[in-house]
């Protein structure tokens, strides 16, 4: 069956062609410009005789179009009817004019030209897209074939503009990186000098190989594969991994204190679990160490994080030594007002007078 134009007026030319064309030419232009264009006189491509499919191919447009002449006559209703280009030229004394083979062809490849620049030039722009790049993002480790990291990680992995910033479950450590060619190329790192017990001591060393090792590196989405010489990381991004958990209702457990100068970490800290939940009225529960916590907290909303102001009171049992230092640290920093920032399950909170505290999740 053949499909027509709706636009023919008296006078003009016509064109008839198989409604079949179209998805063979679908077919057919697959290759070089992966896109079909529509005619712009109709809503079907047209095929064309083999000499301009010829000139159209050397154009790398692998389309085959056949046009169909078909000239107009008046009828007794006054509306044209078209006739094949076979029938007799005349009518009624009257000769009926016929576009050039000429003219047909140049008309069809300007049709062509005209569409493949509309039609492809946007393809052409999404084929020159930079690859999907880390930078700007925080990944944490979710699984690790091969030598798997002391102490249990997790790694957390963070890029900006030509820099990383890693840790691996003890020491963070800083750098500046270079990701050409799908390598993760790491300049030297200067690195944090906390003491880590147990195992997680030689997570510093565990991740300075792994990075230094060049190893590949493969964005999908939102999955970061590292593979070093005996190491497959894969890293998830930190947003979808471990979203930010809410200040108020939270159980946090204090992981590190922190100074002017530094952040403190030891095995007292680790053993004695300091913690602190903020409730929905503002009540304050925990433990500063050795003593049981009690008190007040009241949150104002900033641009950079909730604003804290503490007012806490405790028990009064004494401890040993080393447990009465971090509990002192502990209420130092939560004496008065604090800044909070939340990055996912990790809290930190800095007081005006300096002291600090880093704290978990439960």
Known sequence: MSRRSNTTTP??????????????????????????????????????????????????FNAVIHLEPRRWRPSSGGRGADVPSSADSTESGRTIGYMSATAVRVGV???????????????????HKPAASPTGRTFVSTSVGGAQIPGGGPMTLTFTDGKISANSGCNTANGTVDLTNGILHVGSLASTLMACPDERGQADSWQERVLTELPKWRLDDSTLT?????????????????????????????????????????????????????????????????NRMTGHATP???????????????????????????????????????TATIDADTLTLRNTNGAGLTLRAA
């Open 109 to 127: 490849l300007l049709a062509i030209a005209a569409g493949l620049v509309a039609g492809c030039s946007d393809n052409g722009k999404q084929e």
């Open 226 to 290: 590292l593979t070093a010489k005996d190491t497959t990381v894969t890293l998830l991004d930190k947003k979808i991994a471990q979203p930010d958990r809410p200040l108020i209702g939270t159980t946090w457990i204090v992981s590190a204190l922190m100074t002017p100068d530094a952040q403190i970490r030891s095995q007292t800290l680790d053993d004695v679990k300091p913690t602190l939940t903020i409730a929905a009225d503002g009540g304050v529960s925990g433990s500063a160490g050795c």
């Open 11 to 60: 006078g003009e030319l016509e064109f008839a062609y198989p409604a079949a064309v179209h998805s063979d030419l679908q077919a057919q232009t697959a290759g070089p410009h992966d896109c079909v264009q529509d005619s712009p006189t109709t809503t079907q491509p047209f095929e064309i005789d083999a000499a301009v499919a010829e000139m159209a191919r050397a154009a790398h």
């Open 300 to 338: 104002a909303p900033t641009t950079n994080g909730p604003d804290v102001t503490f007012q806490i009171g405790t028990t009064k049992m004494t401890c040993a030594p080393e447990i009465m230092e971090v509990e002192q640290a502990v209420l130092k920093a939560l004496e008065g007002k604090t």
